[in-house]
């Protein structure tokens, strides 16, 4: 899953924006993730560090777009910062945060298309964490961004993935240890969960962006909202 944000003080633009990149997503086959923002001040109150793609709008009320980029760049070196311009020589002042790239408004598919394919191809060479497990059926390397969340099944694990479950033999401490650093969360005895993938909140359950509801315990729940609320970048 890769996460974008978009950042537009148009509304009408954040619209199509998040139109054209679920077009996008679907007939690339990528499944994008999409968080949208009004202004600048939103987007900061709000900044995750999970946002693979930054779209952010150069000319906003309040804070424009390369102020914003300067506050980000203070927490997250890692994010891609696409500006959104109407006025080419803005763009050039995007370098200084070391932008990747703009976009020139009106937004065209055809644009949005190369920049979001650029991208990803370049994820695509970065290294990606993963973990290698066996079972009877043989050897499996997993990507942890592929990973919605790990169960316990039959005194073993059940890792739920986007190309389907593999069945593990360690122990959910075990497991935890592992992948914890890369986002995953503790909400239950028997659940890890990637928080990536979380949708909501609803009582005692979370739902994945898949639909699934999975149960909160009790034990486990305050923990978990703090580490819910610190990848959010929010208060819950």
């Known amino acids: 899953m890769i996460t974008v944000a ?11 924006m998040k139109e054209n990149l679920e077009e996008y997503g679907k007939e690339s086959n990528h499944e994008l993730r999409i968080f949208t923002f009004v202004s600048g001040e939103e987007l900061l109150e709000n900044y995750s560090f999970r946002y693979d793609i930054l779209f952010l709008d ?43 790239s703009y976009i020139l408004k009106p937004i065209k598919k055809a644009r949005l298309k190369i920049e979001m394919d650029r991208v990803i191809e370049e994820f695509a060479q970065r290294d990606t964490p993963f973990i290698t497990v066996h079972n009877d059926c043989g050897n499996y390397k997993i990507l942890l961004k592929s990973i919605s969340y790990i169960e316990t099944y039959n005194r073993n694990l059940l890792i739920h993935t986007n190309r389907g479950n593999v069945l593990c033999y360690w122990k959910m401490k075990e497991m ?16 890890l969960v990637n928080l990536l993938f979380v949708e909501n909140i609803q009582k005692n359950d979370l739902k994945l962006a898949s639909g699934e509801l999975i149960p909160i315990g009790k034990s486990k729940k305050k923990n978990f909202m703090l580490q819910l ?4 970048g929010e208060r819950i």
């Open 6 to 16: 978009v950042c537009d003080d148009s509304m009408a633009m954040v619209k199509s």
């Open 58 to 100: 150069i000319k906003m009320t309040g804070m424009n777009g390369i102020q914003v980029a300067e506050k980000i760049r203070e927490r997250d070196q890692n994010v891609v910062i696409i500006f959104l311009t109407s006025l080419i020589q803005y763009a050039l002042d995007g370098y200084k945060v070391n932008a990747a």
């Open 229 to 232: 609320s610190g990848f959010w």
């Open 176 to 191: 935890e240890k592992r992948v914890e650093k890369y986002g995953f969360a503790r909400c239950h005895s028997s659940f």
